[in-house]
């Protein structure tokens, strides 16, 4: 991918995980800098992927092609304020934080930007996130190819029409490892009720989980339904547990998960 000299205003654990990303994709340490308040963070990312570091964000943004806010949220206007000096023009300012519009992060930076927000996942902590993308309007498609190769440095990637995709995103991506913890922390339970042990129990719907998981991943034109269609013979024990699930409404039930989700994102909105 292009070498843009890229700033990574925040050294938590997303920036972990994309720095990592790059690296191991080839991209240059030396065009890569990130910057944080507490120095042994900073150590640690020079030691493991020999970046730059340093703890002045507005000398780091200024030296920059990319500027790639990973802060948290709350902490966004306060960092991109100092920044408001910097001269924009040709720059391309990348935005991670949840539930920040486009629209409040020009005014926190008081300049028009060429910005994209990406909601990436957890998974992309292990190289397997889904990072979903959006560009404002006046971001130049050579900004939105940069950044779709950046993302897929820690998974895969999908862009979004319009603004309010994102938090669709949330609920089908961001959020969603969590309700697989939750289906999984169920079948566990029931294992260890049944008279597993917890290891054992772990075990099963680990491994479980995987396998189903590669066999969607490896089965990419099956689909869903016809994968369990595939393992849920007629009349068998796979059957009436489905039924069993789809009779409580499991459909309805995850509908609604999703719909919270968005609606959260979108209170979320208005609190930064
Ligand atoms: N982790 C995820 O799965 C995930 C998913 C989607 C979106 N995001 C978004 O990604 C952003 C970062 O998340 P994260 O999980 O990486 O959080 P994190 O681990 O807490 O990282 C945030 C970093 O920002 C640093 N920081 C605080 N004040 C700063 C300042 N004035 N200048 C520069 N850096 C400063 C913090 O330093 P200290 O700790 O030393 O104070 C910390 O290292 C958040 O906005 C979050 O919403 C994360």
Known sequence: MEQRKIAFI??????????????ASGYRPDCITATNPSEAKLVALQQAYDIQVTT????????????VMAVKPQLMEQVAKPLQSIDFQGKLVISIAAGISIERLQQMFANPLNLIRVMPNTPSLLGEGMSGLFASPITPVSDKTYAGELMQAVGKVCWVEQESGINDII????????YFFLFMEAIQQQAIASGF????????????????????????????????Q?????????AEAVRTLEENDIRGIVAKAM???VTRAEEMEKLF
């Open 10 to 23: 925040g050294a938590g654990n997303m920036t972990r995980s994309i720095v990592a990303g790059l690296v």
């Open 56 to 67: 002045n964000n507005t000398e780091a943004a200024q030296q920059a092609d990319v500027i």
């Open 171 to 178: 609920a089908a991506a961001g959020s969603a490892p969590a």
């Open 197 to 228: 042990d917890e290891d054992t129990a772990r075990l099963l719907v680990q491994q479980t989980a995987l396998g189903a998981a590669k066999m969607v991943n490896e089965n990419p034109d099956t689909d869903l339904a016809t994968l369990r």
């Open 230 to 238: 595939q393992v849920t013979s007629k009349g068998g024990t796979t």
């Open 259 to 261: 719909q919270s989700a």
